[in-house]
């Protein structure tokens, strides 16, 4: 018997000598076959380990220090083998003595396979949350030890590693177990500990080493501008939002005040004193959020906060997808922020990004030596306007990343809803590309049939999966169904911009006013489709960069006359169906163009004028939240009517909005010239006190005070098609509400 094992243990070491120097060099495409315990004949196991900084081991028992065997060195670089007897595959650890000490360590090739088959043909599950569960590094507890779980996937890699600050960045030491059947990497690292920094050294196909890539899947990164990922623990968040989801889940939100506060974290506002640094997520969650409360916000939409390598991509160029960014704290810190959002009120929606990714060399790009996530074809996997990939939604591991991101956000971090950006250049294979420079789909159409049933899967995922949150479109094109029920057909979406709405009214207001009868079809032609998607009005970063200036830089005139325009505009947003987005600079009266690198202009807010703007958003977000006519029925037709809609040669536009009770009625005139008008006539639909509830020429917003001294009582004298009308005082570059009531005291 001691002849035959001899012969066994012989046989084994010839054979081992090329696999040996494989895994020294870091090019064994199978570890797990040369490393770890091997028996070698019955009752004998050899246990073989790679240590490159090791001067002697020793393995010892699993429970004890008992010494069951010391290594031979069989390889100068690190390779050590020992031999110990059990009856069947032995638990062990090693002891490791090196320059700057002896540790005992559990090796990582002791383990078999952790992922099920099951788990791991889940990754494929378009609208499963398993893609996130699963692949990435995962604290876990195998046996009775703790460690990190890595998983990655990438099925055309010939050897993957996991390198980190625990190894020396040494791909040769944690080289993963490739599951065949999925393409999937994984290895179990016992005793890492969260913070630790990580990334993935991927060879290609052809052997030859990527640049190192960050964990597609990581939970936390360090912050920009290193690219490391981070481990991070399990922890569950104590949240204590549990009433905002049972009432966000009741409502519906087409019925609802909806008055979004547009916020660029990074420039929100500095600390000047210390560098002009960031504020954290906590320091936003005392600052940021009571002003928003203040100002009668219903949500605050972050401009992307999926971690990015670079700021002036303002987000949109993120590489890891589920880590909220390091720049403003870890991912406690920003699930704190949500959850005191919440407390206070407020809904957070995130700007999310699943129409493209850069191509930076930590990222997603060419990621396993292949074009994995990308389209290889550039006409259909790289867009020329940004210098970015495409995701290639035709394929279902891409697509289940997706869609599970867009759940992870919505389940993890409790957000409200996901503003989804660019969704046009998805939709469309020739968005922005010249004849010859994209591909048709199968039926010679320049439809993207895949991206759409990807929108679609991931609209009733969200909506199933997460009760009460939304989905909003950035779609600027007349694509049909945007925000309609897939089942009827359309995208899923709850909402969709306004993007018609907003380059009209923007052109309109931009004119002096006594150009504006020329262009009065700008503020009357959105009324023509206004119903036909559920919108929201966006006044958003978009326009206030890239030489467009401020939203006080776009209005004409002396300075009175520039912010009696903005006043007079924001009113007629307000009264205007749909709901209301307004990007953070905006509620001052920003002067200057917004600038990712400072603060907001707060300084501007001890100038009466600018202090004027301010209350009135605040006195907006009030009326339009206190009086169910400007709210209840934004996206049906049946709670808007025309009053006045053809005195292009005053510049004056009237309509009345209606709730679900048909005598709730305000009725919203906007005056677009610099001249007063009395006694100007407008029908309405029911008689009654018109009681003045909004004036944007009011002197408290530094206005000239011209109004209707609180209110007009209905004349019995037929107008505009109406058996009753007021008699009404409209002032300058100004924007009147009134809310009717049955009688002067009802």
């Known amino acids: 018997m001691a ?96 320059l700057h000490g002896s540790e005992t360590r559990y090796d990582p090739y002791s383990y078999g396979p952790i992922l099920s088959d099951q788990d791991l043909s889940r990754i494929r599950d378009v609208g499963s949350d398993a893609p996130y569960r699963i692949l990435g590094a995962h604290q876990a507890t195998i046996g009775e030890v703790e460690g990190f779980l890595f998983a990655v996937w990438a099925p055309t890699a010939s050897l993957i590693s996991v390198v980190g600050d625990f190894n020396s960045w040494d791909g040769r030491i944690h080289v993963m177990r490739l599951r ?40 936390a990164t360090e912050q920009p501008p290193a690219t490391a990922s981070v481990l991070h623990a399990a922890k569950d968040f104590s949240w204590n939002d549990q009433g905002w989801i049972a009432e966000r889940s009741a409502q519906d939100q087409r019925k609802t005040p909806m008055s979004i506060y547009e916020c660029h974290l990074g420039s ?75 407390e206070a009120g407020i809904g957070l929606i995130l700007d999310w990004v699943p129409g493209h990714f850069p191509n930076d060399p930590h990222g997603l790009g060419y990621f396993d030596g292949t074009h994995l996530y990308e389209h290889a074809d550039p006409r259909q996997g790289y867009h020329q306007d940004w210098g970015t ?9 891409v697509s289940a990343f997706l869609v599970a991101n867009a759940r992870f956000w919505l389940e993890r971090y409790h957000l409200d809803g996901l503003r989804v950006d660019a969704v046009a250049s998805m939709l469309y294979l020739d968005y922005s590309r010249r004849p010859g420079e994209w ?43 945007v925000s309609h029920p897939t089942y009827t057909g359309g995208l899923g979406f709850g909402f969709k911009w306004n993007m018609g709405w907003m380059h009209d009214t923007l052109r309109f207001i931009s004119k002096d006013p006594v150009h504006r009868r020329y262009h009065h079809h700008d503020l009357t032609f959105g009324l023509l489709y206004a119903f036909t998607e559920n919108f929201i009005l966006p006044l958003s970063h978009d326009e206030v960069v890239h030489g467009k200036g401020s939203m006080l830089g776009k209005m004409p005139g002396d300075r009175w006359q520039r912010f009696a325009n903005l006043r007079a505009y924001y009113g007629f947003m307000w009264g205007h169906p749909g709901k209301k987005l307004l990007f953070m600079g905006g509620e001052i009266a920003q002067e200057r163009e917004w600038n990712h690198d400072t603060g907001l202009d707060w300084h501007l807010l001890d100038d009466p004028y600018h202090r004027g703007v301010h209350s009135l958003i605040r006195d907006l977000n009030r009326v339009y939240r206190d009086h169910p006519a400007l709210h209840e029925r934004d996206t049906e037709a049946s709670g808007f009517q025309w009053l006045i809609s053809d005195d292009a040669e005053n510049s004056v536009i009237a309509w009345a909005r209606r709730g679900e009770s048909d005598d709730s009625i305000v009725v919203v005139i906007s005056n677009f010239t610099p001249v007063p008008r009395s006694g100007y006539r407008i029908g309405v639909p029911l008689p009654g006190f018109y009681q003045e509830i909004m004036n944007t020429d009011a002197e408290g917003y530094g206005g000239s005070n011209v109004g209707n001294l609180g209110g007009v009582a209905a004349e019995e004298t037929e107008s505009h098609g109406h058996p009753c009308s007021l008699s009404l005082t409209l002032p300058p570059l100004g924007t009147i509400m009134l809310a009717r009531s049955p009688s002067q005291n009802g």
């Open 3 to 98: 002849a035959d094992s001899t012969r066994n243990r012989s046989r084994t070491n010839r054979l081992d000598t090329h696999a040996i120097d494989a895994v020294v060099i870091g090019q064994h495409r199978n570890p797990f076959a040369v490393l770890g315990p091997h028996q070698i004949a019955t009752g004998v196991w050899e246990i073989r380990a790679f240590i490159p900084d090791a001067r002697n081991v020793e393995i010892l028992g699993w429970d004890r220090d008992t010494v069951l065997a010391t290594m031979e060195r069989r390889q100068e670089a690190g390779f050590f083998a020992g031999v110990v007897k059990a009856d069947q595959r032995p638990g062990y650890r090693l002891r490791v003595e090196n």
């Open 180 to 219: 065949h059947g999925m393409g999937v990497w994984e290895l179990f690292i016992p005793g890492l500990k969260a913070g630790t920094r990580y990334k993935f050294e991927i060879k290609g196909p052809d052997g030859h080493t990527l640049p190192l890539r960050a964990d597609p899947m990581a939970f």
């Open 268 to 342: 929100w506002a500095r600390v000047s004193s210390e560098g002009n640094r960031y504020l954290t997520y906590r320091e936003m969650a005392e600052r940021l959020i009571p002003y928003v409360r203040d100002l009668g916000f219903t949500h605050i939409e972050l401009l992307p906060i999926t971690e990015y390598p670079f700021d002036g991509s303002w987000g949109y160029q993120p590489v890891s997808l589920f880590a909220p960014t390091s720049r403003f704290g870890t991912p406690e810190d920003f699930a704190a922020f949500v959850d005191a959002a919440h």
């Open 389 to 397: 990939y495409i995701y290639n939604y035709g394929r279902q591991e």
């Open 439 to 481: 591909v048709p789909n199968r039926y010679g159409g320049n439809e993207n049939l895949e991206a759409i049933d990807f929108l679609r899967r991931m609209n009733e995922t969200v909506y199933s999966t997460s009760p009460g949150t939304l989905t909003i479109a950035e779609e600027s094109t007349a694509w049909p169904g």
